[in-house]
């Protein structure tokens, strides 16, 4: 008899204990459900309606849009043909693609050797490195303009070599910029490994290319594709090294974006509807490349943490 009461006594305790209950979820909620859900809304407004109108002003004609016209009175996908001719975006992606790609997979690769050897090998200078790598993301990009152009000139005045105009020379300019953040994300993550399956590969023979190759690689793509992905960001994104150091034939995606704006400034209604439909397709790589890798984006940018 008493043990059937202290059955049914400890049996909602039971309930709230075991994973997956409705009342586990009902404790582990903060906010109510009707405030979660206009909270969730609002948000989904924030992010989609500027994208929304993007898209419908890309479109719309250029009087439309300079009119003030959210809803298009006509809908032509005109301007998503002239972009290629008015904007020269064809060799902006074709260059971008090349130097953003480059620099993601090298700066990742990199980072993964860079990382095993800080994280699992102590020696002299390993702390400062460590320091010196959290210290230059503090470095703003504009103080480095200048120096890296003179630095590039003189190689070609004193070495022969012509780096500025070129794609592999902002492809070295990404490189050193991504580098260290690769590095530092690698080093958070490979620090949550368990140290124990190194030492198991090792007493099997394994050598310390073996272990990196065949232990610590596969089990650290979350973090090699988060690496990667913030380095093929730098260089799809950026404008102030790809402004100063290409040519006509070697300029990114978001240089001809920012001349073909330029050009219109001063005129009597710019191209609205080009500008637009040329913003969409150069943001599309980076999306799919999100949705793609995003499984591995919550695993990569959460390692760590606890530690």
Same mark, same amino acid.
């Given at each position: ?10 049996? @909602? ?41 993007? #898209? ?20 032509? #996908? ?21 130097? &953003? ?38 470095? @703003?990009?504009?103080?480095? =303009?200048?120096?890296? #152009?003179? $630095? ?16 592999? +020379? ?9 580098? @260290? ?24 023979? &394994?050598?310390?290319?073996? =272990? ?10 979350? +973090? ?7 380095? #093929? ?34 005129? &009597? ?9 040329? *913003?969409?397709?150069?943001? *599309? @790589?980076?999306?799919?490349?999100? $949705? ?8 990569? $940018? ?6």
């Amino acid at each position: 008899m008493s043990a059937t009461i202290a059955g049914r006594r400890s049996a @909602p305790t039971a309930d709230v204990d075991r994973p997956g209950s409705h009342r586990q979820h009902e404790v582990l909620r903060l906010l109510p459900g009707p405030l979660l859900v206009i909270i969730l809304v609002f948000l989904g407004a924030l992010v989609l309606i500027p994208v929304l109108y993007i #898209f419908l002003a890309s479109v719309n004609s250029d009087i439309g849009v300079a009119n003030g016209e959210f809803w298009p009175s006509s809908v032509t #996908f005109e301007n998503y043909s002239k972009i290629w001719t008015s904007v020269g975006l064809a060799t902006g992606l074709t260059n971008s693609v090349l130097v &953003a790609g480059s620099t993601a997979v090298v700066s990742a690769a990199l980072s993964v050797s860079t990382a095993f050897v800080l994280v699992r090998y102590s020696f002299r200078g390993r702390l400062s490195i460590l320091r010196g790598l959290l210290a230059l993301q503090s470095v @703003p990009g504009t103080l480095m =303009v200048l120096p890296v #152009f003179v $630095l590039f000139s003189s190689a070609a005045t004193y070495l022969g070599i012509q780096v500025i105009g070129t794609q592999w +020379g902002l492809f070295v300019t990404y490189l050193t910029f991504a580098m @260290p953040f690769s590095t530092w994300v690698m080093v958070t993550y490979l620090r949550g490994l368990p140290k124990e399956l190194e030492e198991a590969a090792k007493i099997d023979g &394994a050598s310390n290319l073996g =272990v990196l190759f065949r232990i610590v690689l596969p089990l650290s793509w979350p +973090g090699i594709v988060v690496s990667g992905i913030f380095a #093929f960001l730098l260089g799809w994104n950026d404008v102030l090294f790809a402004s100063v150091m290409t040519r006509p034939e070697s300029q990114t995606a978001a240089v001809a974006l920012q001349i073909f704006g330029a050009s219109q400034e001063g005129g &009597a209604i710019p191209y609205y509807g080009q500008m637009m439909a040329a *913003a969409l397709v150069c943001a *599309a @790589p980076v999306v799919i490349l999100y $949705l793609i890798f995003q499984r591995y984006l919550v695993g990569g $940018l959460t390692a760590g943490g606890v530690k």
